[in-house]
């Protein structure tokens, strides 16, 4: 399971618990990753969510950098364990929730790291190293190749009835996510510009990308 997140953002913050409680319950072990995410369509999504203009270039260089700098320092914590990394993101997220200006500040990742239990100077050598902004444009490639554009999108191989990857959005789908860790096939899924089935399958399988699914309203 990949689910591809703002690491800053609220919106995923709550996703991400969500997702980690139903982990907990599965009756399975499930292997996941939470990955950064950062694009074009990414951070218009999120200027329009907070009401601001494609044009206002001041605020949008801001979020990207903002965005940035969380990733590469979550890249960086999760060098100190899955576990460490997760808590550190879940801390930036969380403060960044209530924060008045919206900035991302050294203060915040140095509170976060402190309460993941992270050694502080690995972090700070780690968070400043060119093999860290390689694994965040890595992380972007492979959502690139999964054709994931948007935040927080959740991509899970090997679902019970799939041949392929599908791809569905976070926010919307606890309760297919829950009858697919409890290991049965979800029954309420809707191909989305799925194209030729026969082809689409052979380039999922070829290609990593996901089919993209919507949650049938209707049921």
Known sequence: MYLFINPIGSTCYHAEQNILDMIQEAREDVRFRFIPLMNMQSVQDIMEMNGKSRTDLATRNKLVMNIYHAALDFKASLFQGKKRGRNFLLSIQRQMEYSVDGNYTNDIAMQAALESG??????????????????????????????????????????????????????????????????????????????????????????????????????
């Open 118 to 219: 992270l050694d502080k100077e690995m972090f700070i050598h780690d968070r400043n190293s060119e093999f860290t902004a390689k694994s965040f444009m890595k992380d972007q490639k492979t959502a690139a190749e999964m054709n994931v554009k948007h935040h927080p999108t959740v991509v899970l191989f090997n679902v019970k009835g799939y041949d392929c990857g599908i791809a569905m959005d976070a926010c919307k789908s606890d309760y297919v996510l829950k009858e697919i860790l409890a290991g049965r096939m979800p029954t309420d899924l809707v191909e989305k510009d799925c194209g030729c089935h026969s082809q689409m399958n052979s380039f999922l399988k070829s290609n990593r990308t996901p089919l993209k699914i919507q949650i049938d309203s209707n049921n």
